[in-house]
């Protein structure tokens, strides 16, 4: 499935959420910025094949530009750590939403 890394969460009342980067500049918070920061991130519970599995994924992500096709598995495992970094129901829900986006709502029109 194809992720848009350059996906920036908002807050309730519709602003960028911020994060500051390593050199100190503030900027939003992008989808490409949790992943590598949830999959990257130590376990000492995880087996060696999950660890190594966590790095291909977390290069792949770091690497990529805009776009990166993750697999349903890849989907998921990133849907179980994200959140262990980052707790909060704002960034887990709309990290949730970028990664599996939901089918179009479907809306009853009220009876005449």
Same mark, same amino acid.
Request: aromatic share 6%; no cysteine; glycine share 2%.
């Given at each position: 499935? /194809?992720?848009? $890394? ?12 911020? *994060?500051?980067?390593? &050199? #100190? !500049? /503030?900027?939003? $918070? ?12 130590? *376990?000492?519970?995880? &087996? #060696? !094949? /999950? ?19 993750? &697999?349903?598995? /890849? ?38």
């Amino acid at each position: 499935m /194809e992720v848009k $890394l350059d996906a920036v969460f908002k807050t309730f009342d519709d602003n960028d959420v911020k *994060d500051v980067d390593e &050199s #100190g !500049v /503030e900027k939003p $918070l992008s989808l490409q910025k949790v992943l590598v920061n949830s999959i990257a991130k130590p *376990d000492p519970q995880a &087996s #060696g !094949v /999950e660890l190594a599995k966590r790095y291909d994924l977390s290069m792949r992500v770091h690497k990529a530009e805009n776009v990166v096709y993750m &697999s349903a598995e /890849e989907i998921s495992m990133a849907k179980k750590l994200i959140p262990s970094t980052y707790n909060a129901p704002l960034i887990v829900g709309q990290a949730y939403r970028f990664l599996d986006p939901p089918e179009e709502e479907v809306v009853e029109q009220p009876k005449a």
